[in-house]
């Protein structure tokens, strides 16, 4: 699904990725990790397009993705979520969701009054989705509420839900557990591992609890220094030294 060859990118005189090369394939659930300051999440903002690598190439299915913008590769089907949700805090949960799909006629202020059939079709499209993704994420009960007051597991959920409303072929999940109660972290996993094996989402996730991708990602690869230092199962990656000592110093 995702090819990156011998990626790397520089911040002044900070290397943060160094020739990068791995591949994420169709149908997993790839995992991330590594100590503060191993250059994951710079990576992901290059394949996500907010970066532009120095060196090296990036493809989505065979094809050449490298420097696209986030907004081109978003029309591409590949998506990403944020460490600290980004949601419109001001609309509500279902109007968050309706937003996402791209080109809505509506979005011309000319075309209110020139296509209104359309538009009204077009919104009937997007409120049935968003329903059956609020059922599906059970955030039904608040579909009314405004994004800004939930708690930050369910803004989790809520942005996991907005990459359902297009037709998505990697979603770049970053720390999608953090700050979020265990409760919603099982819901949040299990929403994760449905996606996959149900409707054949691939994912791509940095995560700081070993246990909760140790738990979904099948496989793991290890960054450190800005290059990657292993991948494999989650048990290979337990017991290896050179992950242990990276994230301990011991």
């Given at each position: 699904?995702?090819?990156?060859?011998n990626?790397?990118?520089?911040?002044?005189?900070?290397?943060?990725?160094r020739?990068?090369?791995i591949?994420?394939?169709?149908?997993?659930?790839?995992?991330?990790?590594?100590?503060?300051?191993?250059?994951?999440?710079?990576?992901?903002?290059?394949?996500?397009?907010?970066?532009?690598a120095?060196?090296?190439?990036?493809?989505?299915?065979?094809?050449?993705?490298?420097?696209?913008?986030?907004?081109?590769?978003?029309?591409?089907?590949?998506?990403?979520?944020?460490?600290?949700?980004?949601?419109?805090?001001?609309?509500t949960?279902r109007?968050?969701l309706?937003?996402?799909?791209?080109?809505?006629?509506?979005?011309?202020?000319?075309?209110?009054?020139?296509?209104?059939?359309?538009?009204?079709?077009?919104?009937?499209?997007n409120?049935?989705?968003?329903?059956?993704?609020?059922?599906?994420?059970?955030?039904?009960?608040?579909?009314?509420?405004?994004?800004?007051?939930?708690?930050?597991?369910?803004?989790?959920?809520?942005?996991?839900?907005?990459?359902?409303?297009?037709?998505?072929?990697?979603?770049?999940?970053?720390?999608?557990?953090?700050?979020?109660?265990?409760?919603?972290?099982?819901?949040?996993?299990?929403?994760?591992?449905?996606?996959?094996?149900?409707?054949?989402?691939?994912?791509?996730?940095?995560?700081?609890?070993?246990?909760?991708?140790?738990?979904?990602?099948?496989?793991?690869?290890?960054?450190?220094?800005?290059?990657?230092?292993?991948?494999?199962?989650?048990?290979?990656?337990?017991?290896?030294?050179?992950?242990?000592?990276?994230?301990?110093?011991?």
């Amino acid at each position: 699904m995702i090819t990156l060859k011998n990626i790397s990118k520089s911040f002044g005189g900070l290397q943060a990725v160094r020739n990068v090369s791995i591949e994420i394939k169709k149908g997993t659930i790839t995992g991330l990790i590594g100590p503060n300051g191993a250059g994951k999440t710079t990576l992901f903002n290059i394949i996500a397009g907010f970066y532009k690598a120095d060196s090296g190439s990036i493809a989505l299915d065979n094809e050449d993705i490298s420097g696209l913008r986030s907004d081109e590769l978003f029309e591409k089907g590949l998506l990403r979520t944020f460490q600290i949700a980004h949601e419109f805090e001001n609309l509500t949960v279902r109007e968050n969701l309706m937003m996402v799909p791209s080109h809505q006629t509506g979005e011309n202020i000319v075309n209110t009054w020139l296509f209104a059939k359309k538009i009204k079709h077009e919104e009937k499209i997007n409120y049935e989705r968003a329903s059956e993704v609020m059922d599906f994420l059970g955030l039904d009960h608040l579909q009314n509420e405004k994004a800004g007051i939930l708690s930050g597991g369910q803004k989790k959920l809520l942005e996991l839900g907005r990459t359902m409303m297009v037709d998505a072929k990697i979603v770049l999940l970053d720390e999608v557990g953090a700050g979020v109660n265990k409760t919603l972290l099982k819901k949040i996993s299990k929403s994760i591992a449905r996606l996959n094996t149900e409707r054949g989402y691939t994912f791509f996730m940095i995560e700081h609890d070993i246990d909760f991708i140790s738990e979904l990602c099948d496989p793991i690869i290890v960054m450190t220094e800005g290059s990657v230092l292993t991948s494999g199962s989650a048990e290979k990656i337990k017991n290896n030294d050179q992950v242990i000592e990276a994230y301990l110093g011991v």
